[in-house]
């Protein structure tokens, strides 16, 4: 749904149009994270990946053990 709602085309203030797309990273904490700092970390690495598959994705690396 996020991608539906974040993919659309704006006008900015010349008569050009500019478009916006949109990747994200999801991230499980698991019981080993003890700062948030990694969890950030994880969410940050999935959302590269969600780049490099391409535009307007969600992407999620796998949590081996959920808290």
């Not at 203030?13 to 970390?41: C, F, H, W, Y």
Request: aromatic share 2%.
């Amino acid at each position: 749904m996020v991608k539906f709602e974040c993919a659309r085309t704006i006008s900015v203030k010349n008569p050009e149009l500019a478009s916006v797309t949109v990747s994200i990273g999801v991230a499980v904490r698991s019981i080993d994270m003890k700062i948030p700092d990694q969890l950030i970390k994880r969410a940050d690495e999935a959302a590269y990946t969600a780049k490099q598959i391409g535009r307007n994705r969600v992407a999620g690396l796998p949590a081996d053990k959920v808290a």
